[in-house]
T-cell receptor
Framework: DTEVTQTPKHLVMGMTNKKSLKCEQHMGHRAMYWYKQKAKKPPELMFVYSYEKLSINESVPSRFSPECPNSSLLNLHLHALQPEDSALYLC?????????????FGSGTRLTVV | DAKTTQPNSMESNEEEPVHLPCNHSTISGTDYIHWYRQLPSQGPEYVIHGLTSNVNNRMASLAIAEDRKSSTLILHRATLRDAAVYYCILRDRQGAQKLVFGQGTRLTINP
């Protein structure tokens, strides 16, 4: 298995809703990442997990809450989002956080906040 | 983090070689040069990386200038499937080692 699987592929949520994005990999990778990508812009790093511990938080608002329950799974919990949070949310993994390893990205969850 | 400069867009023809340039004049001795690409409606895809020597893999070749202030990603025989945004990224082997994307080059392949 050489894939990162993200679910759901599309999500529409209201500003008062609570929802979660899920990311799964079975490559034995110990680093996992969340990125946010707005239309026609490059991906922006949000969070880095290394060995199931939060390693980097790029000053992301608290309405985004990451969770890494085990080495294969990464969640992003969403609460009280704003319309400007509408974007493609990408998950990635790598063998470790070190620069010798390439990242494997999922196809993303396209989120629309109404 | 050291910055990279890439052309906003490039165009090439199918079955011809493509040379994608990247300038990184402020590169430090501990920076590795990474390339990723993003096909339409997909997540980014790792292409290749290197430090000082030229590198080859099944997808592409990476040519690094002797002073390391620039590099070129070479697609030897472009196909329509190579149409994508190509990102040249410097990653420092010290510190947080983050993968931070710049604006990239949008490559169009003409049939």
């Amino acid at each position: 298995d050489t894939e990162v699987t993200q679910t759901p592929k599309h999500l529409v949520m209201g500003m008062t809703n609570k929802k979660s994005l899920k990311c799964e990999q079975h490559m034995g990778h110990r680093a996992m990442y969340w990125y946010k990508q707005k239309a026609k812009k490059p991906p922006e790093l949000m969070f880095v997990y290394s060995y199931e511990k939060l390693s980097i938080n790029e000053s992301v608002p608290s309405r985004f809450s990451p969770e890494c329950p085990n080495s294969s799974l990464l969640n992003l919990h969403l609460h009280a989002l704003q319309p400007e949070d509408s974007a493609l949310y990408l998950c990635a993994s790598s063998r470790t956080q070190g620069i010798g390893y390439g990242y494997t990205f999922g196809s993303g969850t396209r989120l629309t906040v109404v | 983090d050291a910055k990279t400069t890439q052309p906003n867009s490039m165009e090439s023809n199918e079955e011809e070689p493509v040379h994608l340039p990247c300038n990184h004049s402020t590169i430090s001795g501990t920076d590795y040069i990474h390339w990723y690409r993003q096909l339409p409606s997909q997540g980014p895809e790792y292409v290749i990386h290197g430090l000082t020597s030229n590198v080859n893999n099944r997808m592409a070749s990476l040519a690094i200038a002797e002073d390391r202030k620039s590099s070129t990603l070479i697609l030897h025989r472009a196909t329509l499937r190579d149409a994508a945004v190509y990102y040249c990224i410097l990653r420092d082997r010290q510190g947080a080692q983050k993968l931070v994307f710049g604006q990239g080059t949008r490559l169009t392949i003409n049939p």
